[in-house]
């Protein structure tokens, strides 16, 4: 056996670990990607990097679905997302043999961060170079949530969060307009976000819902192009008011 | 003569020693066997010497207000009667119970075994294990067992979110979902009287009285039971002891001597 069992991910002398560092790095780079909680639904939202002409599209969706009533999109290194999505709906279905009840959103993203930590702490492997968005329903309270990891292995609950290219700009987004919805409004307010960073257009990004009647579904393009046109409309029509109410005071 | 596990064992991993980042299927562990000539008869053998019979009486069934659960306390190895004080209703968190037949340690050490999986589990998950996947977690162990001569024939009772729930788990790796069970050398005579006094909507004290008779009833004809006849009730705050009879006292409550009519009183014969 060749002998890989010398560490990547040491620390440096002021504390870091570079090599998540430039995981990190590599999810910056990775295409953006927006996770919304309403209600009574949880929506995922991803770029898609403009139409490839010959690329069959519908063989890179990337949001998946890890159980009936789980899902995740990712940003970062896609091959190394396949890995992690295998797995974690390895440990789905183990879970439901081993206990005979279907995991809890936190169980499986308490697993999928467990396993990026373990790869900071092996020999010979690298971290994996993604964050991922996991999203789903409580099999039991019926409580929709929202999860992050990142590569270092770390995991919180958000309300709204975004990841990949522009994240910032979107979270900034989320922040100033997040308020609690539900439905047609959580999809349009994650819509939203992605569109200050996206070039809009139906083509240009995959949006997926999840609720506790219906599992996951994925937009089609024609669904999303109706919403952005919606939102435009929205858009047009607060800058014609804005202008109303300015112009009286001119005279 | 080495097991051939080759057939089990999983893709091997790239990097040689790291099995933790491989986990999901490790590979099946091997051992050495016995030099025999005759491996499978030899394998028998020592499964019905190891294997007791499990001489005992425990029966567990759900009504409308829970679930009930009732055991003798006798231990017995052959003709010896080993213990008449042996608990057999084994507590394994505040809301469920394990009941004990056939292999005491083996019961004892495997549900105290499973208490702290289903703690662990409370404690990742934030909520109390099921009933359902407390019995799933036991048989699974025991089927990994399987063969090797444990001796465990048990049942689980308890109340979760779905309400009250009873299986049934033994050494072979079964599990089974039911509404009544009794287990063990006294259970044909335990099945006899509960059966015909099962009713769903009994109250609390009709059922234990119910469960009571039954383990009177197993230990009057099956030598191997006997003792005391302890009855806990599962309901949705938990369990409780409700009881602890010897059995020979009840007896004698079921069926009171009676001081007989003399039919003929034999006098004293006089002189000669």
Partial sequence: M???????????????????????????????AVGVRGTDIVVLGVEKKSAVKLQDSRSVRKIVSLD?????????????????????????????LTVEEPVTVEYITRYIAGLQQKYTQSGGV??????????????????????????????????ANATGRN????????????????????????????????????????????????????????????????IEAEKAAAEAAKKALAAPKET | MKLDTTG????????????????????APSFELPNTTDFDGFQKEAIQMVKPAKGTTTLAFIFKEGVMVAADSRASMGGYISSQSVKKIIEINPYMLGTMAGGAADCQFWHRNLGIKCRLHELANKRRISVTGASKLLANILYSYRGMGLSVGTMIAGWDETGPGLYYVDNEGGRLKGMRFSVGSGSPYAYGVLDNGYRYDMSVEEAAELARR????????????????????VGPNGWKKLSGDDVGELHYRYYPVMPSTVEQEMAEVTGA
């Fill in chain 1, 2 to 32: 060749a002998r890989y069992d010398r560490a990547i991910t040491v620390f440096s002398p002021d504390g870091h670990l570079f090599q998540v560092e430039y995981a990190l790095e590599a999810v910056r780079k990775g295409n953006a």
């Fill in chain 1, 68 to 96: 009936d009533h789980i899902a995740l999109a990712c940003a970062g290194l896609k091959a190394d997302a396949r890995v992690l999505i295998n797995r974690a709906r390895i440990e789905c279905q183990s879970h439901r």
């Fill in chain 1, 126 to 159: 690298r971290p994996f170079g993604l964050s991922t968005l996991i999203v789903g329903f409580d099999p039991y309270t019926g409580v929709p949530s929202l999860y992050q990891t990142d590569p270092s292995g770390t995991f919180s609950a958000w309300k």
């Fill in chain 1, 167 to 230: 994240s910032n700009s979107m979270r900034e987004f989320l922040e100033k307009n997040y308020k609690e919805t539900s439905g047609h409004e959580t999809i349009k307010l994650a819509i939203r976000a992605l569109l200050e960073v996206v070039e809009s257009g139906g083509k240009n990004i995959e949006v997926a819902t999840m609720t506790k009647e219906h599992g996951l579904r994925q937009l089609e393009e024609s669904e999303i192009d109706a919403i952005v046109a919606e």
């Fill in chain 2, 8 to 27: 089990m064992e999983s893709a091997a991993p790239v990097w040689g020693s790291h099995n933790e980042l491989v986990d999901g299927f490790s590979a």
């Fill in chain 2, 214 to 233: 039954a383990i009177y009833h197993a230990t009057f004809r099956d030598g191997a039971s006997g003792g005391v006849a302890s009855v806990y009730y």
